[in-house]
């Protein structure tokens, strides 16, 4: 946390001093908290929005931008420092800052983030956790990893037991734009045609819903968005071959208001997204990601969760005011809980209370590779 004045916007500095008494005690009012951030100039404008910038400034914080052409460490002072870089040079360099500034909050560890990027070791962690409690149960799809040969996937499938229809995705899901072209296997004979590295993963009836869990800290926010529509067995029956299907990540229209199937548009119960966002918190490394959930059709507590995004960004290229989901921007109150989140991270440290360590993580080394 920075001295008032240190970095200072006169014209906002009395109405920074009034909702300064907002921050919960222990804290004292005249100081500020500093968020360098290194971003894409696209992730800037879709996350820095207006209303998001008035509202830290009016609670203290301000967000500087890192200028990535000279050393980090000549930057600065920060609090925290947000970053959605990608790059080994880049990971190197916050890796070598985390190091020489442990004071700092970085959001997140480039390693960790690197463990989303793949969906193999993305989804390990939630099925490793085996959650089931008396409020449902949260699986993974089963899915095979095929890094070479695709002549050899139709026997690799019939051998993994794997059952059609198929999705078939790029093993890694760093952002691009081919990281998210997607198939739909009718036959394991047609996978042969792809390019690996994939993951083939089971294709899982869901009723054409898929719910959107943002976190960001301990808080969370779910959203319903439509996805792909179920496959029927007379449907799989009477088709053969893949189909790139278009990314549906990105045109998914939301499904909060739709008039549904209350079966399928329930969302999933509030006690065992906290467990599982817990638990990923925790094992992942990660503070700001998403989780793309569906419920099995015809179950009421049967979950799957099928994909994760570090900080998810606005993707598919398109234009600000459409409709793309997959972003904070598009959270509800996203403003109101990243300032809060903020503030909660120095506030934290500065009562010097031993943050709450992950055991499995610690048991690590911090390595989730
Ligand atoms: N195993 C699955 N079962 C059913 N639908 C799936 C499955 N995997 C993906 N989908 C559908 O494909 C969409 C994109 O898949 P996802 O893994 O989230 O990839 P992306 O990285 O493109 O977001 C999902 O939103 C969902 O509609
Ligand atoms: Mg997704």
């Known amino acids: 946390m920075r ?11 009395e109405e920074g001093k009034k909702e300064m008494h907002s921050i919960s005690a222990g804290v004292p009012q005249h100081l500020k908290l500093v968020v ?3 971003l894409t100039k696209k992730k800037t404008i879709s996350f820095l929005q207006p209303k998001l910038q008035g509202l830290a400034r009016n609670k203290g914080i301000l967000f500087v931008a890192i200028d990535q052409n000279r050393p980090l460490s000549d930057q600065g002072p920060f609090d925290i420092v947000l970053h959605k870089l990608s790059g080994r040079n880049w990971c190197q360099i916050i890796e070598d800052y985390r190091q020489k500034h442990p004071e700092v909050t970085v959001l997140d560890p480039p390693d960790a983030i690197q463990h989303v990027h793949n969906r193999q070791s993305m989804l390990q962690d939630v099925a ?15 899915q095979l990893v095929i890094t070479e040969d695709p002549s050899s996937i139709p026997d690799a499938v019939t051998k993994a037991g794997l059952v059609l229809p198929l999705v078939a995705k790029p093993l890694i899901a760093d952002g691009s734009a081919k990281s998210h072209e997607l198939s739909l296997a009718y036959d394991q004979y047609s996978l042969s045609n792809l390019e690996p590295p994939l993951v083939l993963q089971e294709f899982v009836n869901h009723g054409g819903v898929l719910f ?3 976190i960001v800290g301990e808080a969370i926010k779910v959203v319903r968005r439509f996805s792909l529509p179920d496959v029927s067995k007379r449907e799989l029956s009477k088709n053969a071959g893949v189909f790139r299907f278009p990314r549906v990540s990105c045109a998914a229209a939301s499904a909060d208001d739709a008039d549904l199937d209350p079966g399928v548009a329930e969302l999933p119960p509030r006690p065992l997204l906290e467990s599982l966002a817990k638990e990923l918190r925790c094992r992942l490394g990660l503070r700001l ?6 419920r099995e059709h015809g179950t009421r507590d049967h979950f799957y969760v099928i994909d994760i995004n570090y900080f998810p960004g606005k993707q598919c290229g398109l234009e600000l005011r459409s409709s793309s ?9 996203y403003e109101h809980i990243f300032t809060d989140f903020f503030l909660s991270l120095v506030q934290s440290k500065y009562r010097k209370r031993p943050t709450v360590e992950c055991a499995y993580w610690k048991n690590n080394n911090g390595n989730v590779s």
């Open 325 to 333: 989901t997959n972003w904070y921007g598009k959270m509800p109150e």
């Open 289 to 294: 990601f998403n989780i793309d959930i569906i």
């Open 36 to 38: 360098g951030y290194a």
């Open 212 to 214: 959107k869990v943002y």
């Open 3 to 13: 001295l008032k004045g240190e970095i200072s916007y006169p014209d906002e500095e």
């Open 128 to 142: 490793d956790l085996n959650l089931s409690d008396c409020y449902g149960k949260v699986s993974v799809p089963r």
